[in-house]
């Protein structure tokens, strides 16, 4: 799953939870897309070499592989987001590490703050929301369904066994 509980500290129940999106293709799995693309894409090239038609093809297949270049290096920059929860008896702190722009902040006493999945009405099925000091922030929705059913029993067990001793 792409998030990992650590224990920061040995002697008091605290703990750290770290979320990140599914990255499903590798450096190596880019590679080797771009150059079956391109080598795909000089199949209607080689028809045509040594003729006119080639300079009219040529910068349709290069705007084309491009297009998917970028495409592909947009999504990877737009995917790196990662939250972090940070959980000890006394404070509850959430960390937005946005692609762009500054992080958010979240805190709350983990006495107060509930853990509360909504199965509808979120932009998400099964939406994750941690309510607390005010407000009502979200975690996890980059994640697909079954991973936030199941970010949602252990981060409530987890907040639940922090806040209580």
């Known amino acids: 799953m792409p998030y990992a509980w650590t224990t920061t500290d040995r002697t008091a129940p605290a703990a750290e939870l770290r979320l990140w999106p599914h990255q499903s293709l590798s450096a190596k799995g880019f590679v080797t897309f771009i150059g079956i693309f391109f080598?795909?894409?000089?199949?209607?090239?080689?028809?045509?070499?040594g003729t006119v038609l080639l300079w009219g093809l040529l910068p349709f297949m290069l705007a084309a592989l491009w297009a998917i270049w970028y495409a592909l290096r947009r999504n990877e920059?737009?995917?790196?987001?990662?939250?972090?929860?940070?959980?000890?008896?006394?404070?509850?702190?959430?960390?937005?590490?946005n692609p762009r722009g500054p992080a958010q902040d979240w805190e709350g006493n983990p006495y107060w703050v509930s853990v509360?999945?909504?199965?509808?009405g979120g932009p998400v099925p099964y939406y994750v929301t941690l309510k607390g000091s005010g407000r009502e922030v979200e975690i996890g929705a980059f994640l697909s369904e079954d991973e936030r059913k199941a970010l949602y029993a252990e981060l409530s067990d987890r907040v639940r066994q922090i806040a209580r001793p």
């Not at 080598?39 to 070499?49: K, N």
């Not at 995917?79 to 509850?92: C, G, K, M, T």
């Open 39 to 49: 080598f795909l894409a000089l199949f209607p090239i080689y028809a045509v070499l």
């Open 77 to 97: 920059r737009d995917r790196q987001i990662l939250e972090v929860l940070e959980l000890s008896p006394d404070h509850l702190r959430l960390t937005r590490h």
């Open 116 to 120: 509360s999945l909504h199965e509808k």
